[in-house]
Structures are given as C-alpha cells and as structure tokens.
C-alpha cells in the first residue's frame, strides 16, 4: 500500500526558511509525479509546486518562484520543499501528493491519487 508522510513543518519568523520532506513507501513504481499544496484557513487549496521524479520538468507557483526549490533523495524515496524568505503568506497546512505514471506535472489536485496528512507551516511577521 502506498503511504505518502510529509514533515518538517514549524512556525518561523518573516524571512526564514524551513525544508518539507515527503517521503514515499510501497510504491510499485520507480519515477512518479509529486506535487506540494497548500491550503490555509478559510482558503481555497492551492498547488505550490509539482514535479517528476524521473526528469527534470517542474513547475513552481508564481507566488513561490525564486524562494522554493524542490529536490529529491531517489535512494530515500524522498521528495524536499526548500522554502527560503517565508512570508505571512506562506502560513498554510502543506500537503504532499504523488501519482503513478503516466502522470501530469500540474498542481490540479485531482490529478494525484496518493496524499499525505499533511504538515503546519506558521510564519510571523
């Protein structure tokens, strides 16, 4: 059974940064589609960041770009969420998601049929 567990949430303060880790357990697949939302109270949920493992294709929401960086640990089954100069704005529950091949990425949630429960991300002003 497929299992997606995110981590590395925290509160922060305006400017600083956190990593999220999403790692991936009993996936029959080697390469898959990995996608980072996030939804805030009272908000509509939102794709941050999508991804393929097995390539080089990946996509970053505008309010995003130039402060988060996705990577991975293949030997892990780890996807990262490196986010730099957090914003109030940033403060959301973020939500890993993978999907098998053949996959999209995109940041349309119904596109992926594994998530995970989810991790608080808080930042201060």
């Known amino acids: 059974q497929v299992q997606v567990v995110e981590s590395g949430g925290g509160s922060v303060q305006a400017g600083g940064s956190l990593r999220l880790s999403c790692a991936v357990s009993g996936y029959p697949y080697s390469n898959y589609c990995m996608g980072w939302f996030r939804q805030a109270p009272g908000k509509e949920r939102e794709g941050v960041t999508a991804?393929?493992?097995?390539?080089?294709?990946?996509y970053y929401t505008d309010s995003v770009k130039g402060r988060f960086t996705i990577s991975q640990d293949r030997a892990k089954n780890t996807v990262y969420l490196q986010m730099n100069s957090l914003k109030p704005e940033d403060t959301a529950m973020y939500y890993c998601?993978?999907?098998?091949?053949?996959?999209?990425?995109?940041?349309?949630?119904?596109?992926?049929?594994?998530w995970g429960q989810g991790t608080q991300v808080t930042v201060s002003s």
């Open positions: 991804f393929f493992t097995g390539g080089s294709s990946t």
């Open positions: 998601a993978a999907d098998t091949p053949p996959c999209k990425v995109v940041t349309v949630a119904d596109e992926y049929n594994y």
